[in-house]
């Protein structure tokens, strides 16, 4: 569009131009001042020389020039010219001819010139201004090609994502101008995503969790009622109180799990010493059988870490190690290249290679009976994936030497602001 607008504005210049040179008599100086000059010439000789005079200038100067009779110059019609009037000049043009009139003073002669070519601009300007102007077209092109390249891949991206392919991202953008933009669609189509999957999860996991301990309640109701013995109806109550107890604690799970949902909270990032942040989680679990040791390997140095929510994360470590261990714990703080881990080891029975890639999940839990005996809720690890998310890092479980598995908590040891 904008080159097709430097083509038009081109043009309607050489026709603007075209126009002023027809309409402005200064335009024909150069033929004015020729026969104005040779009129002078013709003055000062006598008027039988004067055919001879004009024959000769036509011939040197190669220019169609003859001298008529005003009578004769009164015969010729300009029925198809426009005129130009000056004193003793009479120009007539047409299209791309002009003939030019000039009498004599002193006789009752007419100078004829023509017909000859309309006066030009100079060609070396004409060229000069059709050169900037392509010059300004090929820079406009190249610099919106990329621009519009990326909207329209935007554009698609986005029809894509609307059609329910929630999977789609944007291609890196080759515009610097539309990069920010790439990054924003990504992001938001993330978040998007991340929040129908997570409404899919658990509109499916709530319904189970919920009907689960609702139908022991309904069951024990229903057996209470048909029964007079204080014994069993005081086994039928405390199973309804349980079954309560369970569902407070679902929704309390629940609760906590869509907050962490939600945008990413603003996190207190301060340079801590893990190994205090661990020793302070194990003295929480001191009236607990378990042998818990910790191996420290990165002596006094300090990290860049949210200490709350690191220390939540751990939190859920240690206490899965002693719901699934067997009475010994380990805790490693390592270094790897750039990063810090805290490693969490049991030596209880592992975890299975199929449940490991979806243990971080929401409601996963490795009992697909979800009975109360399994304990939790599998809410526990979404929790923590999300916190080392937040963190740059990542969560996650391999198996131990001695049988039982290492969850390891991975982040960067210097905090990079996003």
């Known amino acids: 569009m904008i080159i097709s607008i430097f083509i038009v504005?081109?043009?309607m210049l050489d026709e603007v131009w075209s126009s002023y040179l027809e309409q402005d008599i200064e335009s024909y100086t150069g033929y004015k001042s020729m026969l104005f000059a040779l009129s002078n010439y013709l003055e000062k000789h006598p008027n039988d020389e004067w055919e001879e005079i004009i024959a000769g200038a036509a011939e040197q100067w190669q220019m169609p020039l003859?001298?008529?009779s005003e009578q004769e110059v009164n015969k010729v019609s300009h029925r198809n010219h426009d005129v130009i009037s000056e004193e003793n000049t009479h120009i007539y043009y047409d299209?791309?001819?002009?003939?030019?009139?000039?009498?004599?003073?002193?006789a009752s002669a007419v100078i004829v010139l023509g017909p000859v070519k309309m006066p030009t601009r100079p060609r070396a300007e004409a060229l000069v201004r059709v050169v900037l102007l392509?010059?300004?077209?090929?820079?406009?092109?190249?610099?919106?090609?990329?621009?519009?390249?990326?909207?329209?891949?935007?554009?698609?991206?986005?029809?894509?994502?609307?059609?329910?392919?929630?999977?789609?991202?944007?291609?890196k953008a080759r515009s610097n101008m539309t990069a920010p933009m790439f990054t924003a669609f990504n992001s938001m189509a993330g978040r998007i995503k991340r929040l129908i999957?997570?409404?899919?999860?658990?509109?499916?996991?709530?319904?189970?969790?919920?009907?689960?301990?609702?139908?022991?309640?309904?069951?024990?109701?229903?057996?209470?009622?048909?029964?007079?013995?204080?014994?069993?109806?005081?086994?039928?109550?405390?199973?309804?109180?349980?079954?309560i107890c369970e569902l407070e604690q679902?929704?309390?799970?629940?609760?906590?799990?869509?907050?962490?949902?939600?945008?990413?909270?603003?996190l207190n990032f301060s340079q801590e010493s893990l190994v205090e942040i661990v020793q302070h989680q194990v003295n929480n679990y001191q009236q607990f059988e378990q042998k818990i040791s910790i191996n420290n390997t990165i002596g006094e140095c300090k990290v860049d870490v949210d200490r709350h929510f690191i220390s939540r994360a751990l939190n859920n470590y240690i206490s899965n190690a002693i719901k699934y261990g067997?009475?010994?714990?380990?805790?490693?703080?390592?270094?790897?290249?750039?990063?810090?881990?805290?490693?969490?080891?049991?030596?209880?029975?592992?975890?299975?290679?199929?449940?490991k890639c979806t243990i971080f999940d929401a409601f996963s839990r490795g009992d697909a009976s979800r009975n109360r005996e399994t304990g939790g809720f599998g809410l526990g690890l979404a929790i923590v994936c999300r916190i080392m998310a937040w963190h740059g890092g990542s969560a996650s479980v391999v198996d131990c030497e001695n049988g039982g598995s290492c969850f390891i908590l991975s982040w960067p040891m210097k905090h990079v602001m996003v």
């Open 9 to 11: 504005f081109s043009w």
């Open 66 to 68: 003859e001298l008529m």
């Open 95 to 106: 299209e791309d001819n002009v003939n030019i009139h000039h009498r004599i003073e002193s």
């Open 134 to 171: 392509a010059s300004l077209a090929c820079l406009l092109f190249f610099w919106l090609r990329p621009l519009s390249r990326d909207l329209d891949l935007l554009r698609k991206s986005a029809v894509e994502f609307g059609k329910d392919s929630f999977d789609v991202v944007a291609p």
């Open 197 to 243: 999957d997570a409404h899919k999860e658990l509109s499916t996991a709530v319904a189970h969790e919920l009907r689960t301990p609702l139908a022991r309640s309904k069951f024990a109701l229903q057996m209470l009622a048909c029964t007079d013995d204080k014994t069993k109806q005081a086994k039928y109550c405390n199973a309804i109180s349980q079954d």
């Open 250 to 266: 679902l929704i309390s799970e629940m609760l906590i799990y869509a907050s962490f949902d939600n945008d990413k909270p603003e």
């Open 326 to 355: 067997n009475g010994e714990i380990d805790i490693a703080i390592v270094k790897s290249e750039d990063h810090c881990q805290i490693r969490v080891s049991d030596n209880g029975d592992g975890v299975c290679d199929d449940f």
